[in-house]
């Protein structure tokens, strides 16, 4: 019999969560009357993510898992995941519970309607730090490509496995909410309440989506981001060469305040692109490491 929908999930940290997330797509993925198929992507986590997903393939054969090699990232891992699903439908979610089981039919059911895919929009934003990030990158995406990026479009998501072959940049699969700005997609929306997390761990510390934010923007962007590059590095060597060979020398033989301020001045300027094209080359690395390695799977054909 063939699989009707494939559920994806990445995990990472979620060792406390797998089993409640597991036990609530069983039931409604039963009572909808489903084909279906879990597949349990374990993005190189500490925890014991793998033993458990493990131990529930070993008991059902509905369940498939990948354990990646290292830590590529949650879209990455998504991306892994979708690489290895058979359904007709596809359904995208996070593993901290966060993202509702009992939403699957909501989402499946406006599919129907005539869409490619089709998001959840969360109706519930904290605002946090790290949302400060994002919406720095969200902002520099407006005014870069033009789209007007809404904020509360994550993950959560639902798509025929064939519309994958209308995307005409496929930068948009490195970057899963950016599908719904592919005009080759007809993309709905419908609004959810976003659960508290009470279990599991968020993967993205201020380094990791700041990383995330830079790729996104390197990938879309590769025109402007050259341009400032170049421009980093030619303020590098002037910072450099100031500091060097005037600043630090004339505070050496004519203190002055003006002197000193302007000496801290570059040294701040000098560090902080340094800092910038370290997570440029870092970014770059990424991109071109494409290819993910699987270290182990279970229940794969």
């Known amino acids: 019999m063939s699989i009707q929908i494939s559920i994806v999930v990445p995990l990472y940290k979620c060792s406390e969560s797998i089993m409640g997330l597991y036990n609530g797509l069983n ?29 529930l393939a070993e008991k059902d ?9 290292m830590n590529y990232g949650q879209h990455k891992a998504i991306k892994c995941g979708i690489n290895h699903a058979s359904g007709e439908i596809i359904l995208v979610m996070d593993g901290d519970m966060q993202d509702d089981p009992y939403n699957i039919k909501q989402l499946t059911d406006e599919l129907a309607k005539g869409f490619d895919i089709v998001f959840a929009i969360r109706n519930k934003i904290d605002v946090s730090k790290t ?54 997609l007809n993309a709905g929306l419908i609004e959810i309440s976003k659960n508290i997390r009470t279990q599991g761990r968020t993967s993205y510390s ?8 830079t790729e996104i923007l390197c990938r879309f962007t590769k025109p402007v981001l050259k341009n400032i590059v170049c421009g980093s590095l030619i303020f590098i060597l002037v910072s450099v060469f100031l500091t060097g060979f005037w600043v630090w020398p004339n505070i050496f033989y004519s203190f002055s305040s003006f002197n000193l301020l302007m000496g801290l001045f570059l040294l701040v300027v000098f560090f902080s692109l340094s800092f910038f094209l370290y997570v440029i080359i870092r970014v770059m690395k990424r991109i071109r490491n494409n290819d993910l390695i699987v270290n182990e799977f279970i229940n794969l054909v």
């Open 27 to 55: 039931k409604i993925l039963n009572e909808l009357s489903y084909s279906f198929e879990i597949i349990l992507v374990v993005d190189k986590s500490p925890d014991r993510d793998w033993q458990i997903v493990k131990e």
């Open 61 to 69: 054969k509905n369940l498939k898992g990948l354990n990646l090699n």
């Open 131 to 184: 949302n400060i990030i994002k919406s720095f990158f969200y902002f520099l995406l407006k005014k870069v490509l033009k789209i007007d990026f809404i904020d509360g479009i994550g993950t959560f998501c639902v798509f025929y496995k064939e519309s994958l072959q209308k995307i005409s940049d496929k930068n948009y699969l490195e970057f899963l909410p950016g599908l719904f700005y592919d005009k080759s």
């Open 206 to 213: 201020f380094i990791a989506k700041l990383l995330l934010g």
